[in-house]
């Protein structure tokens, strides 16, 4: 599916929150009044948005998947409760119905095309926060392409650390024989051997055999850390699935405490590494980037409206095509292998390997 950004990642607009429910599975799920945006908080199943609030001077982003069904159209979002995490306590402690956040509008390309004529399969893997995307892609397949049929293997350190386990539960209920969910996992017994304990390559092989994870699948999404997708991703690639079939989208815990959010101070001993021309919001500016900046870096210095979150290449928030010269990411998380192929860079670990670069973040 092509999803058109511009603009999307760098507008906050603020909405009103119409519920706040501390839900006992360590989260807070939270809904957003957009009656008076018209469509432009309307989603694709998959998408995120992004929030913004300031502590203490200091500007601070996170990214959260939406967790509603796209043919709802309610703007729902689930914050896990981190101990320690700046973001999710401010949420947990403040926000009630009537409180104002800041909120971009949804954006993201985990998500796929739907077609209600065809009658497709669908594996879906998701351990901890990793159920928010899916949790929207299952409802939303499930209530508009009605001859499609989904398996979900869902993991979790304990039921009680298991978000949304109660909607997922709701949802098995009103698709009873289009949607099979597995609850695994690794601190509590299971049902099956199988679906308990130490979530290791051999037992995702198990899973596959068993028919957990269906490798026969038209489709396959995957959502959670790094580790435990990849060992998902290489178990239904050797039992034959294709690599071009398996989606996913990596969620970090990284996004704990307050992190500097702003470029390095320039002062006399700074050093210019390389020059560059930024296109943002149909602007071009041109920026400087001094030795350990990031591209993302640079551009903000003479563009403090450039779209960012995580910075640490996962949401993709911060991604533009580089238009002239060459560039080098740290890690990529965020951008399938086809966007790469296009252009597509992460600016937050981007670093010039050129004189020059000309990034576009419009397109
Ligand atoms: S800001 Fe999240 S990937 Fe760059």
Redesign the pocket.
Known sequence: MTTSTKGTRTTFTPLTVTSAINDPHDCLIITFDTSEHGDRFRFAHGQHVNLRHEFDGVDVRR?YSICSGAPDGELRIAIRQVPGGVFSTWATDELRPGSVVEVTEPTGHFTHDLDPAVARRYTFFAAGSGITPIYSMIATILATEPESQVALVYLNRTSLTSMLIDDVHDLHDRYLGRLRVAFAFTREASGSELLSGRPDRARFDALVDAGFLPADADEAFLCGPIELTDIARDALVAAGMEPASIHREIFTTKQQGTVTLAPQDVTETSVVVATGTATLNGRQSDFEVYEGDSV?DAVQRARPDAP????????????AVVRDGQVEMAVNY?LTDDEVARGYV????STPLTDTVAVDFDA
């Open positions: 990214s993302l960012y979150s995580c910075r640490s290449g996962v949401c993709s928030t911060c991604q965020g992460l600016t937050c670990q």
